[in-house]
């Protein structure tokens, strides 16, 4: 055997075990849900294979799905939102204020919730925000006389649930890129008399773009494709098109109309991915 | 001066607040695990009776030992794969090297409803069917980038030079593979290992859809605990896998620094 021919399959032998599976079970399994989505009906106990479009001129046609599609992206925005609103500060405080050892462990503080069960995490919001819960019940110790409130099955209990579950990501992103900021950097700007604001502005939040974007994506993306947070968290509140989703594999038994809105739902994420293509590159050269 | 001290306080405060709201559920619901109203009703009575009924819990435990087992599976068959490939990436440069490496984004950056259900249709029309051998299928392929990277990201931290130096001393491949590679691999394979367990034994959404009835792992078991009504001993099951999840965390951060600096 060659050299070349040897290195040609050592470099076959290594990688096609992985490829094969992952082939196995991410790519046919797309296109066999792409090729699912023009059917009738779903081709189960010797049904004829017959090819339609109207799953795609449903998602066109009948408003309620659209609403529903926006309804999923607005929850995307709004928790993206609040966990750059919080997660920024917070990751900037981690980043430049504390120091050593304090610094690793109040990392590590932060990133181990995460690592926690997601299913398990939105669980124990249904008990804090239902009614006569932990919260509700602390509100009327502070303050006797309050009208319960009733969290429970609402949509900002989705929200606090979705921004508990995906807050670490955006520590995390930020934390990365403020941590590489040279602190001489900070220290010239102030000694050459900018103001807090002005070093927030010019400095920090440019550099710590790369981080807020990823951050952004990384939460928006599965976000937008939720579907037992809302439905555990938002009772009636909580149809999105996740759910939905859902509801065709597991009540309703519409798998093409499923698989259609599921491609819809890829395409949107695809679309996304596209257009932060050039910043996931940076990310990924530099991991 | 006040203005310095004030901020010098908002950072605390802020870091405080966040880690408040992020453990808050945490604590609440393994209190409520030693609360004995079966309802989580208040005032707090403490009792371990729901943590002496676990063990009575079939279905919780059936269920368990299947995500553990299933984890196990998942850790040995995506390390093995996942370090093959991601020492072909290391140690060669070949057409259709970049094409591969953005292939490992699929599986991470897909929403897990999609890929759930790409895998569902798949796997029913063929006749692989559903179960843990179909979930194990999914959870391998969640595991396999994340493998990739973290070994990857280990072997980028050393060159080629001493694996030369044996192979010019005469070791064969198998004997520089053994004697010179995996040990320096060692810690990226471990804390890659750990990722890959954690991401088998939390993962729902895969198992969910891919659960024939009957058959379910730990999360799954949880999620229609929760949809039929809960019961303390949900929040006691749930307890245990936080400490473990978290306990595995910590491993991992002793093996590698998310990545590998040292």
Redesign the interface.
């Known amino acids: 055997m060659t050299e070349a021919k040897r290195?040609?399959w050592?470099?076959v032998?290594?990688?096609a075990?992985?490829?094969l599976?992952?082939t196995?079970?991410?790519?046919?399994?797309?296109s066999?849900?792409l090729f699912?989505s023009f059917l009738v009906k779903a081709?189960?106990g010797g049904r004829e294979i017959e090819f339609t479009l109207k799953h795609y001129d449903a998602f066109l046609t009948k408003s309620y799905l659209q609403v529903l599609t926006w309804r999923s992206l607005t929850l995307g925005f709004h928790v993206t939102a609040i966990c750059i609103a919080?997660?920024f500060?917070?990751a900037y405080?981690?980043a430049k204020?504390?120091r050593g050892r304090w610094r690793e462990a109040?990392f590590?503080?932060?990133?181990?919730?995460f690592?926690?069960?997601?299913?398990?995490?939105i669980?124990?919001?249904?008990?804090?925000l239902r009614p006569?819960?932990?919260l509700d019940?602390a509100a009327q110790f502070v303050l006797p006389g309050l009208p319960t409130f009733d969290l429970a099955h609402s949509y900002p209990a989705i929200v606090i649930g979705l921004v508990?579950s995906y807050?670490?990501y955006m520590?995390l992103t930020c934390y990365l890129s403020l941590q590489a900021i040279d602190d001489s950097l900070i220290e010239a700007a102030r000694s050459l008399g900018a103001s807090?604001f002005t070093i927030l502005r010019r400095i920090i939040v440019p550099l710590g773009l790369p981080g807020l974007a990823t951050g952004s994506i990384l939460i928006f993306?599965?976000v937008?494709?939720?579907?037992?947070e809302p439905r555990?968290l938002g009772g009636l509140q909580g149809i999105m098109l996740?759910t939905v989703?859902?509801d065709q594999?597991?009540a309703v038994f519409n798998?093409p109309l499923?698989?259609a809105l599921?491609f819809i739902?890829?395409l949107i994420?695809l679309a996304i991915?596209a257009v932060s293509w050039p910043l996931l590159r940076g990310v990924m050269r530099a991991? | 001066m006040t203005a310095a001290r004030i901020a010098g306080l908002a950072g605390p405060l802020v870091l405080g607040l966040v880690l408040a709201f992020l453990y808050l559920p945490i604590v609440v619901l393994a209190l409520m695990g030693f609360n004995e109203s079966v309802h989580y009703e208040l005032p707090f009575r403490f009792s371990t009776r729901w943590y002496e009924r676990l063990p009575g819990n079939e279905r919780l435990i059936t269920a368990t030992l299947n995500s553990i087992w299933l984890a196990l599976a998942n850790t040995v068959i995506a390390t093995t794969l996942g370090t093959m490939a991601a020492l072909a990436f290391a140690r060669y440069r070949f057409r259709g090297r970049t094409l591969m490496r953005l292939l490992l984004f699929p599986p991470i950056t897909i929403p897990w409803l999609i890929i759930a259900i790409a895998m569902l249709v798949l796997f029913f029309w063929t006749g692989i069917g559903r179960g843990l051998h179909a979930m194990l299928l999914g959870h391998v392929a969640l595991s396999l980038p994340y493998v990739i990277i973290v070994v990857g990201a280990r072997l980028a931290s050393f060159g080629v030079e001493l694996e030369e130096a044996a192979a010019s001393l005469g070791a064969r491949p198998l004997q520089v593979f053994f004697r010179v590679s995996l040990p320096m691999m060692a810690p990226g394979i471990v804390a890659a290992a750990l990722f890959a367990f954690a991401i088998s034994f939390d993962q729902f959404v895969i198992s969910y859809f891919l659960a024939p009835p009957g058959v379910s792992t730990l999360p799954v078991e949880i999620y229609s605990a929760i949809r039929k009504g809960f019961t303390p001993e949900v929040n006691v099951i749930s307890t245990v896998v936080i400490v473990i999840s978290m306990g595995i965390l910590l491993l991992f951060a002793r093996f590698s620094r998310f990545g590998g600096e040292r």
Do not use: C, K
């Open positions: 290195r040609l050592t470099i032998g290594l990688t075990p992985a490829y599976w992952l196995l079970t991410i790519f046919l399994p797309l066999a849900m699912f081709p189960f919080v997660g500060p917070a405080v981690l204020q504390v109040l590590l503080l932060v990133v181990l919730p690592w926690s069960n997601a299913l398990v995490r669980f124990s919001w249904t008990i804090v006569d819960g932990v019940r508990h807050l670490p520590i807090g993306v599965p937008i494709g939720s579907f037992f555990l996740g989703i859902e594999f597991t798998w499923g698989a599921s739902l890829l994420v991915l991991a």
